[in-house]
């Protein structure tokens, strides 16, 4: 199965054997062309997908030392993402399908990063339970049927990752702030400030970071940002991103060892580009609730954007039977 | 007769059509509905009336633009993919030359006229042609212009060829209809043969 990655900021193709063997991933970031922008603009990455797509194309079929005519299917990205990027994949995809008469499978690519514990640990016991965290998304499933990720909560405003690029913006970190945070938060002390966890109802397994990212603005700014943003040392800007990086990880395993309690799930995995924080991972392992649970951590290349976890559901699904029609559409909106 | 796929994505309304063997194959729809997701069906669908498969294809037209960059970027993708593929010829056009050929009949000979499609952000693509007697030759090929600039370029022209909003020209506006794919294959000596076509964008991303 050949996958196609197009949704946001990475041009990836991969090519995985039997829903779980992962022959070749290719991966193409666009980090350094969305920088100057301070975050992705959509027009920079459609154009950066077609220009790259078919080199990767041939890439991955050489690295997994295969010629077209051995693919069985082709398997893309079809929701959700930005349309323009979500087009140029759909388009090769398609393109792909119909000369060389081969099955096309659209994939959802939550449903995939919730599949890439499957990739990581064929074995995982169902059901499982799944976060996925990145700068576009952050929602629980509860996955009883390999393929079927039912959606238990999901942000109200910001995505997780979304709120650590403006607090890393707000610190002067740069682009990603994912990563920038992370580092300068390694020398910090994660109990200099104390920022609220915004957990909603006692029972709801949505989230919110809206108002911890608020917090920080106005821990720098004052109230009402009434004063400009300060100089910080460098020591300062350590304490305050780890602060912050504790408020919104502690935040996401409250959450999943809440969700854990309330499912019978055997298996707990995470996914999405927050998954290779390793302060998550951390307290992830340490929390009490999901012990005696499976956890499933997928190496740092299946968290963020690949084409591997696409091709590796798409071949799951194709054995269930799934095929699309050369007419399916690219969809801004997933499940 | 070779047989010839045509690709026409750079315009609102987006269309494909095949040369098979001189007989003119065209769905006569507009693919752009649902962000042009039925186009590579339609392919398929025409190759099939033919009797024929992709790998048949001789030769591939496609419209580089300047037009939708979305669009474009769709158009190109599927002819780029196909050329990995099989063994075809691609020959490029310019949306300036659709629009051209679809009021060349109208143009006195050796009238100068100008084609001008909205940029956006107050800019226009402009591009100027002649009615030569051997055909519509290609005087200056498309730019993005301010409204200043476009009054330079234009000068001397006799009338403004457009596909919807109308420029700040004090000429004659001939509004061309949406041209179809099967209309690029009557430019042949306009077209240019080329392996690796990349839309023509004339603009900064932001």
Redo the contacts between chains.
Sequence with gaps: MLGIETSCDETAVAIVRNARDVLSSVVHSQVALHAP?GGV?P??A??S??DR??PF??SALAKAGLT?DQLDAIAVTHRPGL??CL??GL??A???A????LPLIGVDHIQAHVDAAFLAEPESELPLLALVASGGHTSLYLVRERGHAERLGATRDDAAGEALDKAAAMLGLGYPGGPALERAAANGNRSAVTFKRVLLAPDSLDFSFSGVKTALLYHLRGPGCVRPLPDLDKAARADLAASFQEAVMDTLVRKLALAAARTDARTVAIGGGVARNTRLRELLADDATLKGRHLVFPPLDLCSDNAAMIAGLGGYLLAQGKRD??????VAKGI | MPLRLAVETAFPTVSVALDANGTLLEPGVDLSARRAAGLHAAVADLVHQADATVKNLDEVWVDVGPGSYTGLRVGIALVRTLAELVDVEIKTLRSTDQLARAVQGQMADHADFVVCLDARRNRWYCARYRVASDGLELVEAPTCLTPEELHTTASGAEAVVTNGAAPPLDLPVIDAAVPSAGSLFELAHLARVDPEPAPIYLMAPV
């Design positions: 922008y603009v027009e920079v459609g154009r997908h077609l797509i078919l194309y041939r077209a349309i323009g087009l140029v388009s090769v398609k393109t792909l119909l000369t060389l008469e029609p050369l007419a399916l559409e690219a």
